[in-house]
């Protein structure tokens, strides 16, 4: 079946610690996105990416990085600059000139 | 600057009852409008989209949407509600004026749907 695939679900930070999520999608689309949802805020880009080798700041970059190596990878490092990284973390994509957006099924970053 | 607004944090309605999920937008150019819905802990679901044509809009599970360019609305509806329609319900909006046609969707803050039994 096509589709995005996140993983972990969960995920536990200690303070410091820089941590992966991982996106990967067999749909073929050109553009992914990270989106992060914390409650009553909606979901807000993160950064987002149209071709391989090359992504973009979204709204709220600051302490994230990315990389996209392969058109069917984009993976979200968060790092130990992100002061309040407790959320849920959403993965999506896109065709190129398309329309809506698929999503992954979202990973729950936690700060222990 | 484009941006979507749900005014409602939560919506309750009796099954079997028509439900309306309200949403406006600012954009400027023509827009592209989505509804998704989502269940706790789970990713988002494409429910429906305007990108041009007819005004109403039909879409999965029963829904539709009505798109209304001179309020700028695009309000949610269902004839009749089901317990099963309880669920966190976002409208979006892509802007098909940015030069750069990113894809880039931006979300109203989200609406909780309550179906009572």
């Known amino acids: 079946d096509g589709g995005i695939t996140q993983s972990p679900k969960y995920l536990f930070r200690k303070e410091g610690q820089n941590v992966t999520l991982s996106c990967e999608q067999n749909l073929n689309h050109d553009a992914m996105y990270w989106y992060r949802q914390d409650p009553g805020q909606g979901l807000r880009l993160i950064y987002y990416?149209?071709?391989?080798?090359?992504?973009q700041k979204g709204d709220i970059a600051e302490g994230y990085s990315v990389s996209r190596e392969k058109k069917e990878s984009f993976p979200l490092t968060v790092t130990s600059a992100q002061k309040n990284p407790t959320a849920f973390y959403l993965c999506?994509?896109?065709?190129?000139?398309?329309?809506?957006?698929?999503f992954g099924q979202g990973t729950r970053l936690t700060v222990v | 600057a484009q941006s979507v607004a749900q005014p409602e944090d939560q919506v309750n309605v009796a099954e079997g009852n028509p439900l309306t999920v309200k949403c406006t937008y600012s954009?400027?150019?023509?827009?592209?409008l989505f509804w998704y819905v989502q269940y706790p802990n789970r990713g988002l679901q494409f429910l429906l989209k305007?990108?041009?044509?007819?005004?109403l809009v039909k879409g999965s599970y029963g829904f539709e949407a009505e798109f209304n360019k001179s309020q700028t609305s695009f309000h949610l509806k269902k004839p009749s509600a089901l317990v099963s329609d309880s669920a966190l319900y976002f409208c979006?909006?892509?802007?098909?004026?940015?030069?750069?046609?990113?894809?880039?969707?931006?979300f109203g803050q989200g609406t909780t749907l309550q179906v009572k039994p």
């Open positions: 954009v400027s150019g023509n827009p592209y």
């Open positions: 979006a909006v892509r802007d098909d004026a940015s030069s750069s046609n990113t894809g880039k969707l931006i």
């Open positions: 305007y990108i041009t044509g007819d005004n």
């Open positions: 990416s149209q071709i391989v080798n090359d992504f």
């Open positions: 999506a994509s896109t065709m190129r000139w398309g329309t809506e957006a698929f």
